[in-house]
Nanobody, 121 residues
Framework: QVQLVESGGGLVQAGGSLRLSCAASGRIYTIGVMGWYRQAPGKQRELVATIDSGGSTNYADSVKGRFTISRDNAKRTVFLQMNSLKPEDTAVYYC???????????????WGQGIRVTVSS
């Protein structure tokens, strides 16, 4: 059984920072691309940032220069450092693993339960 545990969300004032973490547990052998997505009220879920197993990153234009994604492969954890937060960053943030190999076989498009980030003006 694979579990994703997200942490680090909360309420912050505009201009502040938060660091999200998402740790994968279970009998996992390898993880492909790890990413963060977000869904604001009344909007569709959107990509925030992704990072592959080699460390190559991809960011949404709206967060470039403010957010940094990183991963610790040994700890099976992905991080999202969010600086200069804006009220429009308010959303539920979801961790995603696009593929992973486990003792029970491969899994695809695996999602965390989401963590709320609220940025006040």
């Amino acid at each position: 059984q694979v579990q994703l545990v997200e942490s680090g969300g909360g309420l912050v004032q505009a201009g502040g920072s938060l660091r999200l973490s998402c740790a994968a547990s279970g009998r996992i052998y390898t993880i492909g691309v790890m990413g963060w997505y977000r869904q604001a009220p009344g909007k569709q879920r959107e990509l925030v940032a992704t990072i592959d197993s080699g460390g190559s990153t991809n960011y949404a234009d709206s967060v470039k220069g403010r957010f940094t994604i990183s991963r610790d492969n040994a700890k099976r954890t992905v991080f999202l450092q969010m600086n200069s937060l804006k009220p429009e960053d308010t959303a539920v943030y979801y961790c995603n693993l696009d593929s992973l190999t486990t003792q029970r076989g491969p899994l695809y498009d695996y999602w965390g339960q989401g963590i709320r980030v609220t940025v006040s003006s």
